[in-house]
């Protein structure tokens, strides 16, 4: 399949596809509309349902740019896929990834890749050969264990996991390093505020603490300190080169990668407390009743962070405002007031509350073994840093245009085409609910509208299928794209940026950056400060960089929990609810609501498809549809030739055991262990920079991204 001006190009047959593989850039001729392919039902065509009459098709007539990327995968030694050639054997390379071909490559010494998860690059690809000829360039390890299958995630997904090298780290200040005075006079001293971070159980990465306190004249001041990176991390050093290569943290089920050394990261720069640190502070004077902002001051600060909050106990403060008197939980009490006030306002001019599946891994042992995964839920706590998150970067964007107003670094989200939402309008409508789209406050007030009263679920549902209506939000330079265009739809703002997590992000470091240089007043010696920012050409590359390095986070965080999903069912078979979440033509994908799961089940083989309405016919089941709700069994199951593990799946009738009456899936959460740690796995840092699931991001703790 190709796109082509956003519509997809069937490629039929090898001799169309003509020798190209997946991630290609080709050049493709365009068949006569008789020759396309019409949509009908029972089509089976391994793509979404689509709406349209007919699918064009044609040929791959050139090929523009190559993927030639590293391929991890393992080789083929039976009998019938090898042979010697000269010192070596040819054999056949089976790619994990499904969408690339197997390749013929030679190797040595066969019992060194037995088994093994090796890594090939296609050399090139024979007019007279039925597969790509490449040669291995490295082996990973034995196939299917954690560490392996780890790696193999980062090689596939792009991810530089590869150890800081010594010239960056040549770049990092000594392990003992305490704050210079001379570098303390020189700073707003705000240690004597009553700072206090919040934070996933365990974070060691502490970008952000929030204060607030109240003022004689009936406002509030709020600060937002931040982790001030851009001391350390300096333009045109090796540290900053990989910085701005790395261009964000990954998250995945048992590691994170750093964007920076963890020297920086988990001690000298994150937020600590009880230890003077170095931040980047926006303070605002704000009228709690109006949210008018009479004030705002950005400084150079040294803070000293009077405490850390789990998420979980600063949600008890909230919860019980009487049992929590002291002034931090009376400020966290006070800061939670205001927030739900932020987010009232940001909710009545459209933003959107949003859903994505958030599991939670705990695992045990050496070998890092998934014995539970359950859903994430978000409450008032992570809403009450979200907001203050969200607050601050668009603060601090209309402080950066204002005065760099074709350099500055923005992030926006544009609207969905309402073709987007087609597909689940219908569906919904099908179910009596009304859904619009056609603006960010219509379509919050179908989301708000649409509720089962039987079904808790469905509403949530619907917010995380509308989720996937979305296009994806992006960074830009200022004055490479037209200011009607730079805002963020997901939150309904017209302009935003990334400042509060630059330990994670880099496009937060540049941001900082920039705010540093609005502090000097000098025009010339403002514009010096950030002479090195000042080319549009550059700055849409970096840009460029720093979306594709997001992108591939996402999609290695998905990736591990996959693999930590089929690790965690093993050989166990399980009944569980499910929510069919997308109708294919090959079958159906299910969301499981207990673990925030998804997974695909195929229904080729006993299914009847209708294309017409986007629905399977499935005997002794009946009728699937979107919102189906359906019990489905789950076991993991091995493919010898590729030494995969699959999850399998079945749909199964109403009367199919549940649960809690098969015994294989009590074992999944009453395992006990002297070694047991729980990882939060959503999606990535986000707007907040918080492992929370805010709108905007997706690079580890967002909805929106």
């Not at 469905?458 to 009607?484: H, K, Q, W």
Request: proline share 5%.
């Amino acid at each position: 399949m190709c796109r082509r001006e956003g519509r997809n190009i069937c490629i039929q047959g090898k001799k169309n596809i003509n020798r190209v593989v997946s991630g290609d850039l080709v050049a493709v001729k365009v068949f006569p509309e008789s020759q396309w392919i019409k949509i009908k039902s029972g089509h089976k065509h391994k793509r979404a349902h689509n709406t349209s009459d007919t699918l064009p098709t044609g040929k791959v007539v050139g090929i523009v740019r190559q993927n030639r990327r590293p391929v991890v995968g393992t080789v083929d030694l039976s009998p019938s896929s090898t042979f010697r050639m000269g010192r070596s054997n040819s054999v056949l390379f089976i790619p994990v990834d499904r969408k690339m071909p197997v390749i013929r490559v030679l190797a040595r010494n066969l019992d060194r890749v037995r088994g093994q998860r090796s890594v090939a690059v296609i050399d090139g690809w024979p007019r007279n050969s039925k597969y790509p000829q490449g040669h291995l360039t490295q082996t990973i390890g034995q196939a299917n264990e954690v560490d392996t299958e780890t790696t193999t995630v980062m090689i596939e997904h792009k991810v530089r996991y590869q150890p800081f090298s010594a010239n960056v780290l040549r770049d990092c200040p000594a392990e003992d390093w305490t704050i210079p005075e001379e570098e303390i006079s020189v700073r707003k001293d705000l240690r004597h505020l009553e700072i206090a971070s919040i934070d996933p159980p365990g974070c060691t990465d502490i970008d952000d603490a929030l204060h607030l306190r109240e003022l004689s004249n009936g406002h509030v001041e709020i600060g937002v300190h931040i982790a001030d990176v851009t001391y350390f991390l300096k333009p045109g050093t090796a540290m900053d080169d990989e910085a701005c290569q790395r261009s964000t943290a990954v998250y995945l089920v048992n590691k994170r990668i750093d964007m920076i050394p963890r020297v920086l990261s988990t001690d000298i720069c994150s937020l600590h407390p009880n230890r003077d640190k170095l931040a980047f502070s926006g303070i605002w004077e704000i009228d709690p009743t109006t949210l008018q902002v009479f004030k705002a001051e950005y400084y150079k600060s040294v803070i000293h962070t009077k405490r850390a909050f789990a998420y979980e106990e600063a949600q008890a403060r909230i919860e019980e405002p009487g049992k929590f008197t002291d002034s931090l939980s009376v400020s966290i009490q006070k800061m939670h007031e205001l927030a739900q006030k932020f987010r009232k306002r940001r909710l009545e001019k459209g933003a959107l509350v949003l859903a994505a599946p958030q599991p939670k891994f705990t695992l045990e042992g050496d070998d890092e073994m998934p014995v539970d995964v359950v859903a994430k839920s978000s409450k008032a706590a992570n809403q009450l840093v979200e907001e203050f998150m969200l607050f601050a970067n668009i603060q601090v964007a209309e402080r950066i245009t204002d005065c760099f107003p074709d350099f500055a670094i923005l992030r926006r989200h544009p609207q969905p085409p309402l073709e987007n939402f087609r597909e689940l309008a219908v569906a919904l409508k099908s179910l009596g609910h009304d859904y619009d789209g056609s603006t960010g406050k219509s379509l919050s007030e179908s989301l708000d509208m649409i509720q089962d009263p039987n079904d808790d679920q469905f509403n949530v549902l619907c917010r995380m299928l509308t989720t996937r209506c979305m296009l994806p939000a992006e960074y830009f330079c200022a004055g490479t794209i037209p200011s009607d265009q730079f805002g963020h739809f997901g939150i309904a703002a017209n302009i935003y940026t990334h400042f509060t997590s630059p330990i994670r992000r880099y496009p937060d470091v540049l941001v900082h950056r920039l705010l540093a240089a609005t502090l000097i007043d000098d025009l010339e010696e403002r514009a010096a400060a950030v002479g090195h920012m000042m080319d549009k050409v550059k700055q849409k590359a970096i840009c460029d960089n720093m979306n594709a390095r997001h992108r591939y986070a996402q999609h290695a965080g998905r990736s591990s929990i996959d693999l930590f999903t089929r690790r965690l069912f093993g050989q166990k078979t399980a009944v569980y609810k499910a929510y069919v979440t997308r109708i294919m033509e090959n079958g159906v994908i299910v969301l499981l609501p207990d673990f925030g799961v998804e997974t695909v089940v195929d229904l080729t083989k006993i299914g009847t498809y209708n294309g017409t309405n986007g629905s399977w016919t499935v005997p002794d089941i009946g009728k699937v549809r979107l919102f189906s709700k359906v019990k489905a069994r789950v076991r993991s199951q091995e493919e010898q030739r590729g030494l995969r593990i699959n999850l399998k799946v079945e749909i199964l009738p109403e009367d199919a055991m549940d649960v809690s009456e098969s015994t294989s899936s009590t074992s999944l959460s009453n395992s006990t262990s002297s070694r047991k740690r729980s990882m939060d796995t959503s999606p990535q840092p986000s707007a907040t920079g918080k492992r929370s699931g805010s709108i905007d991001d997706g690079n580890k703790k967002r909805r929106v991204s």
